[in-house]
């Protein structure tokens, strides 16, 4: 079965410092991964996504992922943590059973920076 | 260009009631999913609609819940005889086709509060 896993439930920063929130995934075959980023009470906003070539993806509001292929992860970093990035993260992966874009999605991850 | 719609935001509801929720997808959209995010969890699958079409139903509740996606007319989720465990955020999102590698468009959510 394929899955993600967020291993924590909250992370803290401090404004300025940098930032990792992690994500592991199980698939079989080459993974189809994704983040997001919920503010409250909004819906899902896209951050970025892996799905071939360069392991280092940059995406929106400065936000990039490393994709290991050898570690299974797919971590999102940040240089320099704005309090504005204070929100719930979600990592997801495609299920590649059905053939179309049915994501899967870890626990989320808190982000909590501080001024 | 709008993106997804959905509608109520919020609705209350007393148990025994129904429940129905409205998703259009972004334009140029022709499927649809449905989440459910119960709180403080991540988001679960429950459905997925072409025009006329359930895709794939394996996260929905075998009782209670239906879905379609008409023709004309937005997707709706169907809760019939609503009971407190079904308090939770709806969330509707769309893509393009099955061909694409993208991400889903989300919605800003229909919050249900079952009293």
């Known amino acids: 079965a394929q899955s993600v896993a967020q291993p924590e439930d909250q992370v803290n920063v401090a404004e300025g410092n940098p930032l990792t929130v992690k994500c592991t995934y199980s698939v079989s075959g080459n993974p189809y991964l994704f983040w997001y980023v919920q503010y409250p009470n909004r819906g899902l906003q896209f951050l970025l996504k892996?799905?071939?070539?360069?392991?280092l993806v940059k995406g929106s509001y400065g936000f990039e992922a490393e994709f290991n292929k050898s570690q299974t992860s797919f971590h999102l970093k940040k240089p320099s943590a704005l309090v504005s990035d204070s929100a719930l993260y979600f990592c997801?992966?495609?299920?590649?059973?059905?053939?179309?874009?049915?994501?899967?999605f870890g626990a989320g991850t808190r982000l909590a920076v501080h001024p | 260009n709008a993106g997804v719609m959905q509608n109520p935001r919020h609705l209350v509801r007393r148990r025994g009631q129904e429940a129905r929720l409205r998703c259009s997808p972004m334009?140029?959209?022709?499927?649809v999913y449905w989440y459910r995010q119960l709180p403080e969890e991540g988001l679960k699958f429950m459905v997925y609609?072409?025009?006329?079409?359930?895709?794939?139903e394996s996260g929905m509740p075998k009782e209670r819940f239906s879905a379609e996606f008409p023709k004309e007319g937005p997707s709706i989720l169907r809760i019939q005889q609503v009971v407190r465990g079904d308090s939770a955020a709806y969330f509707c999102?769309?893509?393009?086709?099955?061909?694409?590698?993208?991400?889903?468009?989300f919605g800003e959510g229909s919050r249900l509060t079952v009293l």
């Open positions: 609609l072409q025009k006329e079409n359930i895709i794939d």
């Open positions: 999102a769309s893509s393009p086709g099955t061909s694409n590698t993208g991400e889903l468009f």
């Open positions: 892996y799905i071939t070539g360069d392991n």
């Open positions: 997801a992966v495609r299920d590649q059973a059905g053939g179309y874009n049915k994501l899967i």
């Open positions: 334009k140029g959209h022709s499927h």
